[in-house]
């Protein structure tokens, strides 16, 4: 107990010791690694042409593939055309939350509209009863993006942060003060 | 490969249902260990360490004078690894309804149907992979009214 209390006191001193100019330095390096994440970020939107190219799987009605968590990478290439079989991420008009669902019927006219239909895998029923009220088909323009690859449970920490803010608060703190303190 | 009957054609509201019986006899190949490679260019592991499923499902694709290229699923399956690779069933009948947009299916002689999988790995890319061999299978120019299915 003393030695961890001496410790966090040498914490506290390193603190103090840095002036203001390494306090700026620090805080713009921060600034930096934002900037870095968010630049990454909108360079995969546009490699993807997905608007969301990574999204977290948040119910189970894509099981055995997939289960909450799984964290799924999709692109949202005009070229590719929607076929049955594909694992599509879709959002229902005025609501937020999109869904990863299979296709399971698609009717294309010459000029390349289309209208389908999608079914969760470990569905009874097909969607029709979670489109709009009148909705009968979703279209392309309600589609996020195709599911092209996925790695299993790391999404985890964004449905805990989600589901518990304090969590999140929790993570936000740590991080912000990592970054603060830690000198490089 | 597979071959399967037609049956027939009832409207329903507006548009036109399909109802076809088939078979399928497929085999998957299994890798036992994934390092096994078959020589023979027509067959391939499918099933290596890294596969944790594959989603099957029967497709029959067409074309209407309402829409240039239809789509619908008829029939699907999911095999994980470690279940029987062969596929033997017959007489079976569409899991989902053959329901065309608009009066397509009556006279239409050409609905292939294909077999497709998609595959799910442990963790990386989601391929969707169409079986060789497929079967096109014409629908009757009339209706039948009284069939039950």
């Known amino acids: 107990a003393a030695a961890a209390a001496m410790l966090s006191l040498d914490f506290l001193d390193d603190v103090r010791r840095m002036n203001k100019r390494q306090l700026y330095y620090q805080v713009l390096n921060f600034g930096m690694i934002v900037s870095s994440a968010l630049m990454i970020w909108k360079g995969l939107m546009v490699v993807t042409g997905s608007e969301s190219p990574i999204v977290v799987v948040l119910s189970g009605s894509m099981e055995p593939a997939f289960h909450r968590g799984d964290l799924l990478f999709l692109t949202n290439r005009i070229e590719d055309p929607i076929r049955v079989g594909e694992i599509v991420v879709f959002r229902i008009e005025g609501r937020e939350i999109p869904i990863v669902h299979r296709v399971l019927k698609i009717h294309e006219k010459q000029n390349g509209d289309i209208k389908f239909l999608t079914k969760g895998d470990n569905n009874a029923v097909d969607d029709r009863g979670l489109y709009k009220q009148g909705q009968h088909w979703l279209e392309k323009k309600d589609v996020v993006g195709r599911a092209r690859g996925f790695v299993p449970y790391i999404g985890i920490v964004t449905i805990l942060m989600n589901d518990y803010p304090k969590f999140k608060y929790a993570v936000l703190f740590l991080l912000g003060l990592f970054v603060l303190v830690h000198r490089e | ?149």
């Open chain 2, 1 to 149: 490969l597979r071959k399967n009957v037609e049956d027939f054609t009832g409207p329903r509201e507006r548009s036109d249902l399909g109802f076809v019986t088939f078979d399928i006899t497929a085999d998957i190949l299994n890798g036992k260990n994934g390092l096994q490679t078959c020589w023979n260019k027509n067959t391939f592991i499918i099933f290596d360490w890294n596969v944790k499923q594959l989603f099957l499902y029967l497709s029959a694709e067409y074309s209407t004078k309402n829409n240039a290229l239809n789509q619908v699923v008829l029939w699907d399956k999911i095999m994980l690894r470690g279940d029987n690779p062969r596929l033997s069933l017959k007489d079976m009948k569409s899991k989902y309804f053959f329901f065309d947009d608009g009066n397509g299916l009556k006279g239409n002689r050409n609905i292939t149907l294909t077999l497709s999988w998609n595959v799910v790995p442990n963790a990386g890319i989601l391929p969707l992979v169409t079986g060789s061999g497929h079967v096109s299978v014409p629908f009757p120019d009339t209706y039948e009214t009284t069939k039950s299915y």
